[in-house]
């Protein structure tokens, strides 16, 4: 096989990827707006639980608090160990955070893909044709930056939610 058949090949291929690439990338954008919706909803609720989360702490009183998933758990499972608790705390976090560092990488692919039936556009004298595919393009990167902005700031402080509780439960138990 020679290497025009392999580009060839990888083109066509390529190619073949934009339609999973851009279901995947409209899935994540409705997830983005779920987890900025029950972001929104966990941050009211930790609100109005804080007053009493926070005298639990400073009593060491073990109960559980409407919001506090980390405390919850270490509530359900008193002799879990700090190890087990920082893996909970992580798996609360990990969806997002993983969305929030796929979605540019996939807007990239997206953007990737047409940049090759543009290019042959171009060099054919189609003007069309290389709009068509820079608007494909650039709208990819685009939803892909949305759906990870989207996502970056609930990460961000629900991963602050999480160390807090950790040193909490430090607090409970008198470490």
């Given at each position: 096989m020679n290497i025009q058949a392999i580009e060839v090949l990888m083109a066509n291929v390529s190619e073949l990827l934009m339609t999973p690439v851009i279901i995947v990338i409209s899935v994540l954008f409705v997830y983005a707006?779920?987890?900025v919706g029950r972001f929104v909803s966990e941050f009211l609720?930790?609100?109005k639980s804080r007053l009493s989360y926070q005298r639990g702490i400073d009593n060491k009183s073990l109960q559980s608090h409407n919001g506090f998933h980390?405390?919850?758990y270490f509530i359900a499972n008193p002799s879990a160990?700090?190890?087990e608790l920082e893996v909970f705390a992580l798996k609360q976090l990990e969806t997002l955070r993983i969305?929030?560092?796929?979605a540019p990488m996939l807007g990239l692919i997206a953007t990737m893909i047409p940049m090759g039936p543009a290019l042959k556009a171009l060099a054919d004298g189609n003007i069309q044709?290389?709009?068509e595919n820079l608007i494909i393009a650039f709208a990819a990167?685009?939803?892909g930056l949305v759906i990870s902005t989207l996502t970056f700031w609930p990460a961000s402080v629900k991963k602050r939610w999480c160390a807090q509780e950790l040193i909490n439960i430090r607090k409970l138990r008198g470490e």
């Open positions: 707006f779920f987890a609720i930790r609100r980390v405390h919850n160990s700090e190890d969305v929030t560092r796929v044709g290389i709009s990167v685009i939803w």
